[in-house]
């Protein structure tokens, strides 16, 4: 049984003296379209869908919403193979709807962030086309090459680069007779950044939608914007399975310096905006790897980059996990970051397995206390707030081409949002869904949840309630490893205090919390338990 509780000190919390810039403190509200609402009966979420829900977004407590791509896309990749990103694909709505999004959410305090793909096309767009019929200016918007000769007699990739599809990253264009660069699939074109006509593109597109309104931006695969310029093969960690993404050193592909320089040009593109109006525009990055990779993308004090980088430590962390474990994913982040920076924390997203799924649904309200109160912003997924699970999805059914890659479909944990009890959940009154629902929306649903007085969703309010307090804004971060499977982490300023005491393992600890030598007052009281915990508010 996992015992978590948070427990507060039992006096009141001093005025805030100062404040933070929206960001600082933002709970970013993830949304994949496709599986929010559906509004036009078709079984496939969209603009029209989110419209009608942002009343639920706002009575979370959230503050923004992070809106995945919409863009017209021949949906290889579920949108991250955008044709044009000035369109609405139909399936969303048009841009027309698009505005009233914006419109509608600016009106009731919510910010609107969209996902931006800056590495890549889709191989169907006019760049990616006029470049293959070496039209100018767009003959050289991709990375096109020769290829190695062989005997004379044919061609042969460049290098041994591999794509995340684990195939390689070259492939052959008949028409124009050359190699062109994928670091994903075959059907999206790595964008050529050394074009310095490209780069004033990607500005332009920046601008547009800033013009439209939106509040900032998350960018998808940062780290792969530049290759290097010389080409030669990556070394090969495991010869026996060489062809895997996995299996490169991608000393060559990821993680160059130019990426920042580009990045910096997108922060200040997006700072001139604040300069007329003060309001500041979020500029966030994506990269799967390692807290020790992230910490270029902050910049420094004169060359700023990313406000923050998405830290998917949380989302990482496997079924074995302990409390030693956690502790270690929370400090190889906080214990290096570049001073007067925050972080981005993120326990689920739309490529890796739900919460409950990985570790069952008692350990939900213990990873939504560790995203909302450790100290920073936070992305919270759909569904996240009443412990959505994955779906199941057959191979039949499946619309995911990397899952034989990831070996994980990832279908699964984007099922459509269970909004009721009713068929496909209130999600479409469509006969199908795109893809299933989970087989536990009839009663794990959010109709069900709010009208319970004890509910995963119940639980998050308070936590996010608990956020506007000085201790979780402005307070330091102690942490304690208890034991095998206990962790304990308290929030600190002068008069305001919280204790968070997670139990990791399967059954019941008892612990005495002042064994931690964290000066913890002799009388608190219990501000919100999990379900599984037995605690009582007060």
């Known amino acids: 049984m996992r015992i978590l509780s948070i427990l507060g000190l039992s006096f009141v919390i001093s005025a ?4 933070l810039d929206w960001w600082e403190t933002s709970v ?3 949304i994949f379209p496709r599986s929010f609402k559906d509004s036009n009966g078709d079984g496939i979420g969209d603009l029209n869908g989110i419209i009608e829900k942002l009343d639920y977004v706002k009575d979370l407590g959230v503050d923004s919403i992070w809106i995945q791509p919409v863009y017209r896309s021949p949906m290889v990749d579920m949108g991250y193979d955008p044709i044009s990103m000035r369109e609405i694909d139909p399936v969303f709505g048009t841009m027309e709807d698009m505005k009233e999004l914006i419109r509608t959410a600016h009106e009731k305090g919510l910010k609107i962030v969209m996902d931006f793909v800056v590495n890549h096309v889709s191989d169907e767009s006019e760049w990616f086309k006029r470049s293959v019929n070496g039209e100018e200016p767009y003959a050289d918007y991709f990375v096109w090459h020769d290829g190695k000769e062989i005997n004379g007699t044919h061609k042969v990739e460049p290098n041994n680069w591999v794509s995340m599809f684990a195939e390689s990253a070259w492939s052959w264009n008949e028409k124009r007779q050359q190699y062109y660069l994928h670091q994903f699939h075959a059907k999206q074109p790595d964008l050529n950044y050394r074009n310095p006509k490209v780069r004033e593109e990607m ?6 939608w800033l013009d439209l309104g939106a509040d ?10 530049f290759e290097a310029e010389h080409l030669l093969d990556e070394p090969v960690k495991n010869s026996t399975y060489g062809g895997y993404w996995g299996q490169r050193r991608h000393i060559y592909t990821q993680h160059l310096q130019e990426n920042m320089i580009l990045v910096h040009e997108w922060r200040e593109t997006l700072d001139g905006y604040k300069k007329r109006d003060g309001k500041t525009r979020l500029l966030c990055v994506e990269d799967i790897n390692p807290a020790k990779f992230l910490f270029q993308y902050y910049g420094n004090e004169t060359f700023l980059a990313a406000h923050f980088p998405f830290y998917n430590g949380l989302v990482l962390l496997d079924y074995k996990k302990s409390a030693t474990k956690l502790d270690k994913v929370i400090h190889e982040l906080v ?4 001073k007067n920076r925050l972080p981005l924390w993120v326990t689920e997203s739309h490529d890796f397995p739900r919460v409950s799924s990985r570790f069952g649904a008692d350990a939900v309200d213990a990873f939504n206390m560790l995203n909302l109160l450790l100290p920073g912003s936070a992305c919270v997924y759909y569904g996240s707030e009443i412990g959505l699970e994955n779906s199941l999805v057959r191979e039949d059914q499946s619309t995911d081409e990397a899952a034989s890659v990831v070996h994980f479909d990832r279908d699964r944990c984007r099922g459509p949002m269970p909004w009721d009890d009713t068929k496909n959940g209130g999600f479409t009154r469509n006969k199908n869904s795109w893809t299933p629902l989970s087989s536990k929306y009839w009663y794990n649903n959010v109709k069900a949840q709010s009208e319970d007085s004890e509910s995963h969703l119940k639980i998050f309010k308070r936590l996010m309630t608990l956020r506007d307090t000085s201790a979780v804004k402005y307070g330091d971060l102690r942490t304690h490893v ?4 206990t962790y304990m982490f308290t929030r600190n300023t002068n008069n305001d205090s919280i204790a968070v005491v997670i139990n990791l393992g399967s059954e019941s600890e008892q612990i005495c919390p002042e064994d931690s030598n964290f000066d913890l007052p002799e009388i608190m009281f219990v501000y919100t338990g999990s379900l599984n915990s037995g605690f009582k508010i007060g």
């Open 335 to 338: 214990d290096y970051l570049p």
């Open 482 to 485: 208890v034991n095998t499977w």
């Open 16 to 19: 805030i003296s100062a404040e």
């Open 216 to 225: 900032g931006f998350r960018i998808d695969a940062v780290s792969f914007l």
């Open 28 to 30: 970013l509200y993830q």
């Open 203 to 208: 500005k332009e597109l920046f601008k547009f």
